[in-house]
Structures are given as C-alpha cells and as structure tokens.
C-alpha cells in the first residue's frame, strides 16, 4: 500500500516532469493563437467507482460527464472525446452493448464526437475518457475579488445521502431513496449553464471532489477570504442526516460526486446569471460572499466556523 496522498504523487510527478510553477485548473490547456487548445482525462475505475446497482450504461454516461462537468466549470464547450477502455474478460455482450449505450447517450447529450480509443484486458473495468475542446476564454479558479457573490448551480448532499443508503443501507422514505441514489446514478451536468455565463463569472470551480475541497481551493487561488452564510441544500438533506445519525454539514461539504458549478461574481453580474437560472429551472443557490483575508469559513449565529478541505482523496489513510 502507497504511503503518499494523492496530492504528494501529484506534487511527485511534476517536480520529475518540471512543472514545478504547475498551477492546479479543472482542465489542461495551452494557446494556439489566439485560442486555448483544452484537454481533460478521467478515470472511472469499477472498485472504487461503482456502487452496488450502478448500471453500466449508466457508469459508462458518468465517466463522460466527469469531464463535462470541468469543461463547464471553465466555459469551454466540448468538442471531441477518446475513450480507453479495460474489459475483464467476464463482461458480457450485454454488458459491452450497455457500455457502448452509455457512451452514445452522453455524445448526444452534451454534442460532442467521440472519435476512438483503445481497448485492453484486465481485471476489473476501467474506463478512461479525454474530451477536448477550444475556447477563446477560460474561467480559472482565480479572480474573486472582494465583495463578489459565492454561486452554486444545485444542491448539495444528496450524493453524499446516496453513497450512504446504497453502501451502508442507511435509512430513509421511498421519495428521497430515489433521489439520493439518482444523484449518485445519473448526476447531472451544467454545461449550457457554465457556457452561457462563464462571461459573468469572476472566478469558477467543479464541485466533484467536494464543496470544501472547491472552496478552498478558490480561496487559496484568489488570495481571499470565503465566507459561506447559507448552506446550499434543503430540509430532506438535514432530515436525512438527523434521523441517520449523520452530519449534515459532512454530507454537504465533503462527499463529492456533484458535478455543480461553484463560482463567484460580482453584484452587478448576479441579477443576469439569476436571470438565465430561472428560465431554465436551475436552482441557483447565493450561498456567501467574498472578502480580504484567507481560508473559508462557515457564518453562524455571528461566529465564523473554519471549514476545512475534508473533499475527496484517493489514497486517503483510512
């Protein structure tokens, strides 16, 4: 077993390859011109990354939409994809036909071309997309500035719910079963939302590795506090958590597996990403505001509680 986090052989690997001023985004990109050439890789593994009752159409979809969900974060619209793909041998027809489903939905969804791959053998299922695209902007993580707005897409916790029912058979009614295990199933992906206001947005981040990890990775990058002042969930979320005997504000923060945008604006933008939200039924949540400093910080009853990044690692020590 590795004794190095996630982030030491990250760290690791570039000091060998020489990108030691290396600055993390959701995606890769260099200039061409006047343009970005952007580039995303993914990696779905079965062990680690499929819930029992996961369907592989639907794994198949996810793996797409891990990617997606970063080309969003950042404004750029995806135009072609590869996939590389690690087939036990115990996979059936069906299984390979749900597989190939899969990824023609997600094409279709987002319209992009997947172009090819590669196909190997092994022990388990592995799917490994790259999705590319050009863009003439990209939203960084940086750029918030004081007094901006903290934005988020959707909700949180319900992924975080779902993991729990469907690998600790927590409790919970049938209607928020179903929705939980959907968010963990068939999440859904902000493109259009990311596209049509990257121009609005000062700052923008994925959300999958975890609300916490987003936030302080934001912070950390625009040089600024955080400050959340409401929790971007719902009642059913905390109802869940209090009838469990689970921490809501764990559920919330840290899961991951939400594929929401979390970005920051100014004032005088909001009135027109609200705008676009509510023609389009998003539920946009206004979730803290920006200010001088440094960390994230949840506001309560007057107090400032820190909020730590306990997002999602591989390799983490259990």
């Known amino acids: 077993m590795s004794k190095l986090s996630e982030k030491k052989i990250i760290k690791l690997f570039q000091n060998r390859l020489g990108n030691t001023n290396f600055v993390p985004e959701d995606v890769e990109s260099f200039k061409i011109g006047k343009k970005y050439f952007v580039a995303k890789v993914d990696t779905l593994v079965e062990s680690t990354d499929?819930?029992?009752?996961?369907?592989?159409?639907?794994a198949?979809?996810?793996?797409?939409?891990?990617?997606?969900?970063?080309?969003?974060?950042?404004?750029?619209?995806?135009?072609?994809?590869?996939v590389s793909l690690t087939i036990p041998k115990r996979l059936s027809r069906s299984n390979?036909?749900?597989?190939?489903?899969?990824?023609?939905?997600?094409?279709?969804?987002?319209?992009?071309?997947?172009?090819?791959?590669?196909?190997?053998?092994?022990?388990?299922?592995?799917?490994n997309f790259s999705l590319f695209g050009v863009s003439e902007k990209i939203v960084n993580r940086k750029g918030a500035k004081?007094?901006?707005?903290?934005?988020?897409s959707g909700p949180f916790g319900y992924s975080?719910?779902?993991?729990?029912?469907?690998?600790?058979?927590?409790?919970?009614?049938?209607?928020?079963?179903?929705?939980?295990?959907?968010?963990?199933?068939?999440?859904?992906?902000?493109?259009?939302f990311g596209l049509k206001n990257k121009n609005y947005f000062s700052s923008s981040m994925d959300s999958s590795d975890g609300l916490s990890t987003t936030l302080n990775e934001m912070s950390s990058q625009s040089k600024k506090k955080f400050v959340v002042t409401r929790m971007p969930s719902e009642n059913d979320v905390f109802d869940f958590a209090s009838s469990n005997g689970l921490n809501a504000n764990d559920l919330i923060f840290n899961s991951g597996?939400?594929?929401?945008?979390?970005?920051?604006?100014?004032t005088s933008n909001l009135p027109r990403i609200k705008k676009y939200a509510k023609k389009h039924r998003i539920?946009?949540?206004?979730?803290?505001?920006?200010?001088?400093?440094?960390?994230?910080f949840y506001k309560k009853d007057g107090k400032l509680i820190r909020i730590k990044d306990k997002g999602w690692q591989h390799l983490q020590k259990s």
Request: charged letters at 25%; proline letters at 3%; aromatic letters at 8%.
């Open 50 to 58: 499929l819930p029992p009752g996961m369907k592989l159409e639907d």
């Open 60 to 82: 198949a979809r996810k793996s797409i939409v891990s990617c997606v969900s970063d080309f969003a974060a950042k404004g750029v619209r995806p135009i072609f994809g590869i």
């Open 96 to 127: 390979i036909e749900s597989l190939a489903k899969g990824f023609q939905r997600a094409a279709r969804e987002f319209e992009l071309k997947i172009l090819g791959g590669d196909t190997n053998e092994g022990k388990e299922l592995v799917i």
């Open 146 to 152: 004081t007094n901006h707005v903290i934005i988020t």
């Open 160 to 192: 975080g719910a779902g993991l729990s029912i469907l690998l600790k058979n927590k409790k919970c009614s049938k209607k928020f079963g179903a929705k939980a295990k959907s968010a963990v199933f068939k999440p859904k992906c902000r493109l259009m």
């Open 257 to 266: 597996e939400e594929y929401e945008i979390v970005a920051t604006a100014s």
């Open 283 to 296: 539920k946009l949540y206004e979730i803290g505001y920006v200010t001088k400093g440094s960390g994230v």
